[in-house]
């Protein structure tokens, strides 16, 4: 078993792995066998944060059902964070995109509590921000729900600098319960969150959960600059994702493995390990569909850089 490391989340009591799994995959490109499969590596691994949200899966919904069945038993072991707040197709009613409402949030909640098959979600996440809704009527929701014991933590993701702050001072004057977490998506070749975002989280006690640590798999390792895809890897799959290939940062990638390489790691080690020692990171939320993903990230994480190592790291990538 990978020796696994815990943190707080932002200045929350909510402690979670150092690692955590994306569940996008579930419901669309794992079946319930391959689910159970990466949620039984995950929890020999040590990890304990599940992420998933209410429009993942091949039909929206799909990921929270098979979660919510393959931890039967297990609930009280695990962090179940879940998102609302994207278009479910119509699954909750009419929105009119209002989903940031206290109409649509009492709905969403209660779909996922029933897919989930539990009585509470430990992060519940605002999706995206809801422009047409104050951000007040959406905190005043939430912070019903976790007074009635349905939810236990906030986080939100895809919010802006500026939309962490309104919300943490709206909150704070309204006396609502406050967003402990921030989903962005962030990796050693996608750091646009550095300018505003890793600020507003550190200023206001926010957990940073970055989503696409990998870069689709960039920095993984398995591919190369002038190689094509591996026939069974996601960047292989279709137009979009050769275009994302053909327009790969090789000359950071290529440098972030001659970093490693002088240190005795792997590209995937710098990946996991170097964003997690990044400020206000507190779980770095990795995709998987096969057990040896899920261990090999487990794995990655628990390097972690010293002083001296971030230094280089920075050089390398502000090069």
């Not at 029933?114 to 519940?124: A, E, K, S």
């Not at 014991?149 to 919010?159: D, H, T």
Request: glycine residues 10%; contains cysteine; hydrophobic residues 40%.
């Amino acid at each position: 078993m990978t020796e696994m490391t815990y943190r707080r989340l932002g200045d929350s009591g909510l402690v979670v792995s150092a690692v955590g799994i994306g569940c996008n995959n579930f419901g669309s490109r794992i079946d319930l066998d391959g689910t159970r499969a990466v949620v039984e590596a995950a929890l020999d691994s040590g990890i304990n944060l599940f992420d998933t949200a209410d429009i993942y899966g091949s039909s929206p919904g799909g990921s929270e059902e098979l979660l919510g069945e393959v931890l039967k038993g297990r609930r009280d072991n695990v962090v179940i964070a879940t998102k609302f707040g994207m278009d479910m197709d119509g699954r909750n009613g009419p929105d009119h995109g209002a989903r940031g409402a206290r109409r649509y949030i009492m709905r969403a909640v209660e779909a996922s509590l029933r897919r989930l098959n539990t009585d509470h979600i430990d992060l519940y996440q605002m999706h995206q921000p809801d422009p047409g809704t104050p951000i007040d009527e959406t905190l005043a929701a939430l912070d019903d729900l976790v007074t009635a014991g349905k939810v236990r933590y906030l986080g939100n993701s895809n919010f802006d600098g500026w939309q962490l702050a309104d919300a943490d001072w709206t909150a704070r004057s309204r006396g609502r319960t406050r967003f402990i977490s921030a989903q962005n998506h962030y990796s050693l070749v996608e750091r646009g969150v550095e300018a505003e975002v890793i600020p507003a989280c550190e200023r206001f006690g926010l957990g940073l959960l970055p989503f696409f640590p990998l870069a689709n798999g960039l920095l993984t390792g398995k591919y190369k600059r002038g190689e094509s895809a591996p026939s069974d890897s996601r960047l292989a799959s279709g137009a979009r994702y050769a275009a994302r290939l053909a327009a790969a940062e090789w000359d950071t990638i290529e440098a972030l493995e001659a970093y490693g390489a002088e240190r005795g790691l792997s590209l995937l080690q710098v990946a996991i390990g170097g964003l997690a020692a990044q400020p206000a990171v507190t779980s770095v939320i990795a995709g998987a569909t096969k057990a040896d993903q899920v261990r090999a990230n487990a794995a990655a994480g628990a390097w972690s850089p010293d002083a001296d190592d971030l230094a280089a790291l920075r050089a390398v990538l502000d090069s």
